[in-house]
């Protein structure tokens, strides 16, 4: 399995916060390759495991779940085989149905389940349903839920759990780090038999609830307190069954979601695709993986949310529009989210960002782990919501861009003057925060330039001076440091380059001056607190230990 390697020219489009279709599939191949190489050291991991933490039923129950999961891909392979023969007798042998040509194939070996990947490079396009496209084509259910971002923290909680330096010596803490990475592990045998009712394999296994959900990915959750679940498949119908409980029956909906009369099932939900032709993007809100195990506090992030009735419309009013809102901006803007996303992942709206039922503001994140999420509380408005996934995106794209080539040897010592934050930021944090802010400031000025509405106008430019005030304000320490690689240099470069052609069209003089303003207020608040000297802003850096 070979990484793609990122051509100069493309360095530069993404530098300038572009990239054509062909950037932009070498950004999604990368996270899947790297997506199926994590999954590939997961089982392997497992399988090296001492008995003390990964018991042999454990590493047994998921070689079980790799062959439902080739069950899974047969039966698709098999449907897809009709489907040409069949398209082959209406046109007399002239059309020919394509059905493979992927960048991720998943490969079950008899050793256990390692996956192996080959592919041609073409990026899995777009989001949600079965899974991605490739070539236009859909991807078959099992691989895509390979690929499905969400399993991403999946993977890597499971690796940590496999992969701990020491075995606790309190006899009650190994107990527990053993049930905890059980739990996790049984989570696969979820994912495949969600898998293999999309593709129509009949089935009984037993399930394991976590938490008293047992949660299928892209069908729904059963809530329960039944300890195991025998579920039976059956031509798109489920049955679980519990000791002395009602069976319920859920059945299977295309695309995301099943349906069933009890109260006990949540289906899961999607949007309509950003286009006509555009498959259903999922609003996960169901996922035990969607957020952080343990993981660090992220500044100003809320926590996870499951969606209502009425939380569900009001996402659905604002991704209505968002497609046109993006497009506004420019079609690189709508062409990059249908690339690059996958699923939203909902979050609690802020203390103090609601007033009168409606919000006033939000939050929103990436996940390194998770390329292809978007996570964020409910969307204001549209315009509001494409600017948030112009801004995620751009952080998405930087963070596969670091992945793929080294840009800069710095240290990770906060220090540096970002205009946006009142805390200092390392070197990583500070070209993150600019690029995004570049990104923002593209966005708006090319809706400022092409508004009708003159009070939209005048907001959108409003924002495009700030925001390009902003990065004006980070380029100096970007700019000069000596840690820089040649790749990174020619990125920063691009990035300069792009700042510069913006500024040709500047915002209107009462903006403009109101940014520089912002900016200046910041930098001196920022000064008292961290002990920089405004005076002599070269670098715009706190001294070590200020």
């Not at 129950?61 to 009709?82: H, N």
């Not at 991720?104 to 192996?116: I, L």
């Not at 939380?311 to 497609?323: D, M, V, Y």
């Amino acid at each position: 399995m070979i990484l793609p390697r990122l051509p100069a020219p493309a360095l530069t489009e993404l530098g300038r916060t572009g990239g054509g279709p062909g950037t932009l599939a070498l950004l999604v191949r990368d996270q899947d390759t790297r997506r199926l190489l994590m999954l590939r050291a997961l089982l392997e991991a497992a399988a090296a495991a001492p008995e003390s933490t990964c018991p042999a039923a454990a590493r047994e129950r998921l070689a079980q779940d790799w062959a439902l999961l080739e069950a899974a891909e047969a039966a698709e392979a098999a449907e897809a085989a009709e489907t040409a023969q069949t398209a082959r007798s209406v046109t007399g042998g002239a059309g020919r149905a394509e059905v493979t040509g992927n960048g991720g194939r998943a490969e079950v070996a008899g050793n256990g389940g390692r996956p192996e990947a080959t592919g041609d490079g073409r990026p899995a396009d777009a989001t949600g349903g079965g899974g991605p496209r490739v070539g236009g084509h859909r991807l078959p259910a099992a691989r895509a839920a390979l690929l499905r971002p969400l399993l991403g923290p999946w993977v890597q909680r499971c690796l940590r759990g496999l992969g701990s330096a020491h075995t606790p010596a309190d006899a009650a803490e190994r107990e527990r780090h053993r049930r905890e990475l059980g739990a996790d592990l049984a989570h696969f045998s979820a994912v495949a038999a969600a898998v293999a009712a999309r593709a129509g394999v009949p089935y009984e296994v037993r399930l394991t609830p976590h938490a008293g959900r047992l949660v299928l990915p892209s069908l729904g959750a059963l809530h329960t307190d039944a300890p195991h679940l025998d579920v039976v498949h059956r031509a798109g119908r489920l049955t679980f069954r519990a000791p002395g409980a009602t069976d319920v029956v859920v059945r299977v909906q295309d695309a995301v979601g099943a349906w069933s009369a009890s109260r006990q099932w949540t289906s899961a939900y999607a949007l309509p695709g950003l286009s006509a032709d555009g498959a259903p993007l999922p609003l996960d809100d169901l996922d035990p993986y969607r957020t952080v195990h343990g993981g660090p506090h992220y500044y100003g992030l809320s926590g996870p949310v499951t969606l209502d009735d009425g939380e569900r419309k009001r996402w659905l009013q604002a991704w209505s529009g968002t497609a046109d809102a993006l497009r506004l901006g420019g079609e690189q803007r709508l062409a990059e989210t249908r690339a690059l996303l996958r699923c939203l992942v909902p979050l609690a709206v802020p203390p103090g960002a609601s007033a009168g039922g409606r919000s006033t503001g939000g939050c929103s994140a990436t996940r390194k782990e998770a390329f292809g999420a978007v996570l964020s509380s409910t969307p204001p408005s549209p315009t509001g919501f494409a600017a948030t996934l112009v801004h995620e995106l751009h952080h998405a794209k930087l963070t596969v861009l670091a992945e793929m080539v080294t840009l800069h040897h710095s240290d990770g010592r906060a220090r540096y003057f970002a205009p946006w934050r009142p805390d200092p930021r390392p070197y990583d944090g500070l070209l993150q925060g600019a690029y995004s802010h570049l990104a923002l400031a593209d966005y708006f000025q090319r809706r400022a330039l092409t508004g009708t509405d003159a009070v939209h106008r005048e907001d959108a430019w409003a924002q495009y001076a700030r925001y390009h005030e902003q990065v004006g304000a980070a380029l100096p320490a970007l700019v000069g440091s000596d840690r820089l690689t040649s790749q990174g240099r020619q990125f920063i470069d691009a990035l300069v380059g792009h700042h510069q052609r913006l500024a040709e069209q500047p915002a209107p003089r009462a903006h403009a001056f109101r940014a520089r303003e912002y900016v200046r207020a910041a930098r001196r608040l920022w000064a008292q607190r961290h002990g920089l000297d405004v005076r002599h802003p070269r670098d715009w850096a706190a001294e070590p230990g200020g």
